[in-house]
């Protein structure tokens, strides 16, 4: 496995790879790679000859009262877990690469980033939109892989790179869970024992959301209601929000139909934690 820190660098070796006649598929992520991260790096290398992934924790992406700076920074251990996902070519660029001096254009996106997460985190997406349009413009990859444990991230960006016209396919993959029903995270390794217990408690009233839609309660208040109960019996989480949302669109539909995402986001001490299950029903 190649390791760049410069752009040159990166651009040489994708530029041989291409030259070689392979598709490049890439994987964006923020280091401390976990089996969620090796998952997209698996599929990578299913489509691709050169999978490239890269390694940036990306300050634009952070708000001021943020984990940025306890964010994981696992360098070898990611090295290590890349080369045995087999990855071509690691990028782990220093932040003057990504950020030149007087760097100063942002990638804003549409109303789809002020849904969920938006309002709670303001400036997040515009950071990722920033960053990944800068990946993809480095890298100019023929196809991307993201998770669907940020579901919201992953429509975000396949509405950029329809509306910028980016030649990139994005492929969304499923989100890799611990045999408990945990959502992999990052995030995770700062969790004691005893939280990692209340973070849990998301993923079960989403559990509880997808099995009342499917046996055909129809009313998302209510069900949002037993959701806030599940995590409710734990006092020290606070919830961002739960919400059940067209899985298009993120807008609140009137009744339930069609393919609904159902999603939330809670808060235990300093750590943030987002997760989402979709569910399809009978079209209204
Ligand atoms: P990061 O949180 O490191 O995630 C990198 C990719 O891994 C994202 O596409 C994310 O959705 C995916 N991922 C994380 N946990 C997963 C899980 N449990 N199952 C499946 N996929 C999972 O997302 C980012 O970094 C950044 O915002 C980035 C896109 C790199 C831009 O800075």
């Keep these: 496995m190649l390791v760049a820190r410069s752009i040159d660098h990166a651009r040489r070796a994708v530029a041989e790879a291409r030259a070689a006649g392979q598709q490049i598929a890439f994987v964006p992520t923020m280091g401390a790679l976990h089996a969620g991260h090796t998952s997209l790096i698996d599929a990578a290398r299913d489509s691709s000859a050169c999978v490239v992934v890269s390694i940036y924790v990306n300050p634009t992406q952070f708000g001021p009262n943020e984990d940025f700076t306890i964010y994981p920074r696992t360098f070898e251990a990611d090295s290590e877990a890349a080369i045995r996902a087999g990855t071509h070519l690691l990028f782990a660029p220093t932040d003057s690469e990504i950020y030149p001096v007087n760097d ?16 709670y985190r303001p400036g997040h997406f515009e950071g990722v939109c920033t960053v990944v349009a800068k990946l993809f413009n480095i890298i100019q990859p023929d196809i991307a892989y993201f998770g669907q444990k940020d579901a919201q991230q992953a429509l975000i960006i396949q509405r950029m790179v329809e509306d910028l016209r980016m ?11 611990d045999p408990d029903g945990l959502a992999m995270s990052s995030r995770n390794a700062r969790l004691a024992p005893k939280d990692r217990a209340m973070a849990l408690s998301l993923y079960k009233s989403l559990c509880l959301a997808r099995d009342r839609l499917i046996a055909g309660e129809n009313s998302l208040g209510r069900i949002i209601a037993a959701m806030r109960s599940t995590i409710g019996e734990h006092a020290e989480i606070r919830v961002d929000y739960l919400s059940i949302v067209d899985a298009a669109t993120l807008e609140t539909p009137l009744t339930p139909a069609g393919r609904l995402l159902i999603a939330g986001a809670i808060r235990i001490g300093r750590t943030r934690l987002i997760d989402n299950l979709v569910v399809d029903l009978p079209t209204a």
């Design 167 to 177: 030649p990139v396919r994005i492929i969304v993959c499923p989100t890799v869970r």
């Design 104 to 119: 100063q254009t942002r990638v804003h996106p549409g109303p789809l980033a002020e849904k969920l997460c938006g309002p």
